[in-house]
Nanobody, 117 residues
Framework: VQLQASGGGLVQPGGSLRLSCATSGSISSFDIMGWFRQAPGKQRELVAGVTSGGITNYVDSIKGRFTVSRDNAKNTVYLQMNSLKPEDTAVYYC????????????WGQGTQVTVSS
């Protein structure tokens, strides 16, 4: 399984970016897909996740600004990021999780998001 993340870049505060994560296999085989991020000197944190049934969850710091979604037809998960703040600067990682018969986690390479004027 390969996860290919893209869409990062440099954006000014208040701007928007959309991250994409394309999977090599069928996205419907993953129970949960999501995005983590890691800022310099900080631990990696879960940003947003979406289940195969479309249930989403978000870390409090990005609620109302970010939206996670999955497109099964395109085997892609997205993270729409609006009203970006400098504290959103981090490397963003796409993840996929299978729950049965055993838990398996897959990671994509990171994509850098820098919010700066």
């Amino acid at each position: 399984v390969q996860l290919q993340a893209s869409g990062g870049g440099l954006v000014q505060p208040g701007g928007s970016l959309r991250l994409s994560c394309a999977t090599s296999g069928s996205i419907s085989s993953f129970d949960i897909m999501g995005w983590f991020r890691q800022a310099p000197g900080k631990q990696r944190e879960l940003v947003a996740g979406v289940t195969s049934g479309g249930i989403t969850n978000y870390v409090d710091s990005i609620k109302g600004r970010f939206t996670v979604s999955r497109d099964n037809a395109k085997n892609t998960v997205y993270l729409q990021m609006n009203s970006l703040k400098p504290e959103d600067t981090a490397v963003y990682y796409c993840t996929a999780k299978v729950l049965k018969p055993v838990v398996r986690n897959y990671w994509g390479q990171g994509t850098q998001v820098t919010v700066s004027s």
